[in-house]
Each structure stands twice: as C-alpha cells, then as structure tokens.
C-alpha cells in the first residue's frame, strides 16, 4: 500500500451520534478511501459512558476501534466489557488496576498494523497518572510492532493537548484531541511528520450545548444549583479527521477535518 487513510470519528453523542454515523459512515468511508475507522464512544449512552450493546452496535456500523476518556466507567457494565474486548479502549494513564488496555494493534487485509493510544489530560479533568510518561511506557511497546501509531488525546485544555503533540512529534503518526466537543480549525504536520488537530469535534445533535439540551445547561449556569442535564436530540452532525499516512514510515502526509451533516431519510 502507497499510503493508508485514517478516519477518527469525535465524541459519539447518544442516540443522535450513532443514528448519523448509522446513516453516513458508510458514504464517507467510500468517498475518503478510509482503511482503518476510529471512534471517541464515552459518550454514546445517552450521553455519558459505553455499554456493551452500543459498543457492539457501532462496531457493526463500520467503527474498527473505539476510544473512550472520563466518562468510561458511567455505565458499570463497561467494567467487564473493557476486560475482555480489546478493540475498546479506556486511557493508557488510569493506573493498571483498572480494566481493560489503553493501547491497540489493527491489522489491515494488506497486512498493514496501525497502533491506536488513548490518552487522558489531567488539567480540569480527573486525576490520573501523567499522560506524557504513559505515552512514553506505551510507545516502547507499539513502536515494536509498528510505525503507524494514532493517539486519541481526551482532554480539556488545549495546551496540554499541543504539548503532546509536540511530545509525541516524530513519534507517532497523529495526535488528534478529543473531549471538549468543539471541532477546532489548527489541523497541521508537525516538523517530523506527525498530524496534529486539537479537537476532532463532536459526533451527535447540532441543536444543543455540546450534546446536552440548551435549557438544561442554561439552567446550570443561571443558577448554580445541581442539574441534571439532559441528552439534545434532532439533526446530528458527524465530525471528526482524515489522516493520511505513508505506511513505510509512519509519518502523516495529510489531515482534513471532517463535517457531514445528517440527511432526511
């Protein structure tokens, strides 16, 4: 293979997240030519965590890998799932009593191995152990196997996510922010070859506060009081970026952010 495209889906929002990808992923994996599809699914369940039934429906909608971040263990049938299926991943830095893995090896029919790691920030977010020595701990593992490595980086401040992209600069073959459901517009190649962007965006209803209805998160910041926010629904979007590698090096030749709105059906 001359080059391998890989396509990471942001944050899954509840029912309008999967409905999108359910009727869209199909058509934009043919006209992108994607090769491997990766997608943020924390956020699947109505909006906060992953159960097994989703994760094996989004699965069957075409998503190869699933990454997750903070909401992971929302729903408390993740646990066992996470210990036994591989393609789902909780962030490598949760310590290693936790279930499941934070990294993981796709092979394409071609024989091609792409190496997927989740990462977690800790500024504004849970604590966790450092993000930039578990990528570090993880590399020395995946680089064994292969040179074409995505890292799913959950985390809220855009600072931290740069400096790993500069970290990780040479090391990996993108570096792609997830969490804040915000799609930015600073998609670029690092100095040695590694894709940056650092938010994908997210996946789910237009019509709301990133993903929670509108008067439930006014509510919130009017009063102060605990609120319990309601998943949006209505028309989706499907955000996220195409990363384009060369296979014999592993570096990033391209990246495109991705929209594609939801169609009346």
Same mark, same amino acid.
């Not at 990294?103 to 792409?114: D, Q, T």
């Not at 989740?118 to 578990?134: E, K």
């Given at each position: ?38 997608? +943020?699914?924390? +956020? ?58 934070? =990294?993981?090896?796709? @092979? ?34 995946? =680089?064994?196997? $292969? ?12 600072? @931290? ?26 998609? @670029? ?8 962007? $650092? ?67």
């Amino acid at each position: 293979m001359t080059h391998v495209n890989i396509l990471l889906i942001g944050d899954i929002f509840g029912e309008p997240g999967r409905r999108v990808i359910a009727h869209r992923l199909a058509e934009v994996k043919a006209a992108h030519r994607i090769d491997l599809v990766i997608g +943020n699914a924390e +956020n699947a369940a109505g909006g906060f965590g992953i159960t097994p039934k989703i994760a094996d429906e989004l699965f069957a909608m075409g998503i190869d890998v699933l990454t997750t971040g903070n909401h992971v263990w929302d729903k408390k049938e993740a646990l066992d799932y996470l210990a036994k299926e591989r393609r789902i991943l909780r962030p490598a830095n949760y310590p290693e009593q936790a279930p499941g893995l934070g =990294r993981y090896v796709a @092979e394409l029919p071609g024989g091609v191995r792409i190496g997927v790691l989740q990462l977690m920030g800790r500024v504004y977010m849970p604590m966790t152990d450092c993000p930039f020595q578990a990528a570090r701990r993880e590399l020395e593992w995946l =680089r064994a196997t $292969t040179r074409l490595i995505i890292v799913d980086m959950h985390g809220e401040a855009t600072s @931290e996510k740069r400096a790993m992209g500069w970290y990780l600069d040479g090391q990996v073959t993108a570096v792609l922010g997830t969490h804040t459901h915000v799609q930015t517009a600073d998609e @670029e190649i690092l100095p040695n070859g590694t894709a940056y962007l $650092t938010d994908v965006g997210m996946t789910g209803p237009t019509a709301s506060v990133i993903g929670i209805t509108p008067a439930s998160a006014i509510r919130k910041f009017l009063t102060q009081m605990p609120t319990r926010y309601e998943a949006a629904d209505g028309p989706a979007i499907l955000q996220g970026a195409v990363v384009t590698v060369e296979p014999s090096t592993g570096r990033a030749t391209a990246i495109e952010r991705l929209q594609v709105r939801e169609t009346s059906s």
